[in-house]
């Protein structure tokens, strides 16, 4: 997607050095571009712990190139595989949540245990990553090829009026490699020329929608207006929503959607209000080996901090030659405790359809079977 009308990738080998793992470090966004180069896998983990990167989808491919980076620069000899495991062990422990991260590291390691030399595993890892950025691209682009049908259906039934749609969190190209899972659709459906507005929630306590959402679509001149996180329900009730579609970090091999907080509260005021309401995902989103999601899914619990306190802009006034810069406050009293669960699970009843890269499916055991039944695992 582009950034001041140039294309990018979200993460990307350093031109001419392939010991660097570039990525947009998304702290600082949307008031500052920064690119972050990784050189090691304690970078790579750092980045991903702290949200350099972020999205399940992005955190996964972070993850490959973590583990490619661990092999060029583990020690040589009988250490080298041991360095891997514990890389592998560090890469995982940093997001309990989302399944894409797992994954990616589960694969790195199956294809570099195929080899014996050092050589061999180093290129298999290099190989690894590039095919796992390359797919999650390719994913997005599907995913937004299946959901533009949806836009465009009810643009039809609305005889080419805007289509209003309303997005929680960040599940855009941010998220992913490219295109993104929620966003994917909505970027496909103006390509094809749709008129249509996104609602795009601010999603406390990091602000993922009104910081990176906004962002994105603002340099892809998509019409949209950010909201409080508690505007959605009175949207939908006077007829301003014409659908939902969110991300996921884990969905259930039933159709239970693990996404960022709020979304649960999304889908019940999607349900009293007749709206409908997708999650976006890849395949590679989905725990095949669980049906309960309430039951199975880890909620990750971050920082208190996160809540506690809110950063932004910093604008100067009067005559202060001074630059603008970020900054961040305290908003509730200063010993007041604060919870920061990170992500709930909204239970597969409420969700209308599930967007994936091979089309849509009912969010239930035996349709989601049906599309993917190469996937499906005996228990």
Known sequence: MKVNGKAYRSIWEKPGDE????IIDQRWLPH?????????????????RDMHVRGAPLIG???????????????????????LIESAEKLISTRPTAVNLAWAVGRQMANMNKFYSVSEKIVSALTTARHIADDDAGQCRKIGEHGAK????????????????????????????????ATAPIYMARNQGIDLHVWVDETRPRNQGAKLTAWELGHEGINHTVITDNAGGHLMQHGLV???????????????VANKIGTYLKALAALDNNVPFYAALPSTTIDWS??????????????????????G????????????????VLVPPEGSPAANYAFDVTPSRLVTGLITERGICLANKESIAELFPDKIIDK
């Open 32 to 48: 500052k571009f920064i690119i972050e180069g990784l050189r090691t896998v304690d970078e790579v983990s750092a980045a991903i």
């Open 313 to 328: 802009l910093y604008k100067h006034q009067g005559n202060c030659q001074c630059e603008n810069e970020i900054t961040e």
């Open 290 to 311: 669980i049906e309960d999601g309430l039951k199975d899914i880890p909620i990750e619990q971050r920082n208190a901090d996160e809540v506690r306190f809110v950063d």
């Open 242 to 256: 014409d659908m939902a579609i969110v991300g996921s970090d884990r969905t259930t091999a039933a159709g239970d």
């Open 19 to 22: 010991g660097i793992i570039q």
């Open 150 to 181: 949806l836009i465009r259906e009810i643009s039809e039934r609305k005889s080419g009026e805007t289509v209003n749609i309303l997005t929680h969190c960040n599940a855009g190209w941010l998220a992913t490699v490219d295109w993104g899972t």
């Open 61 to 83: 491919v972070a993850a490959a190139y973590g583990m490619y980076l661990a092999a060029i620069t583990a020690p040589k000899g009988s250490r080298f595989d041991t360095y």
